[in-house]
């Protein structure tokens, strides 16, 4: 029988994401910042034995620039997935 189960309660999640992105004269700039995680460990299809760790992630996303000459600056929930 394989486990799925992974002890502990340390996650090595940053503390925030930033994202940067410029092209022709527009830039935009998103912060995420993690309030809520889970972490889902499941059977890897690649190996028998093995398993894929999957962090689901809810936090606040902030987006600020300029594209095509007009102000950006938005702010919301997001979620995003990272592998660990």
Do not use: C, K, T
């Not at 999957?54 to 594209?67: D, K, M, Q, T």
């Amino acid at each position: 029988m394989m486990r799925v189960l992974r002890p502990g309660l340390a996650s090595d999640l940053p503390a925030a994401v930033r994202i940067r992105g410029h092209q022709d004269g527009d830039q935009v700039q998103l912060r995420f910042e993690p309030d809520h995680y889970v972490r889902i460990v499941v059977p890897d299809e690649h190996d028998d034995l093995g398993v894929v760790v999957l962090n689901e992630v809810s936090g606040a996303v902030r987006a600020a620039g300029e594209i095509g000459g007009r102000a950006l600056d938005l702010e919301g929930s997001g979620v995003f997935e990272f592998l660990g």
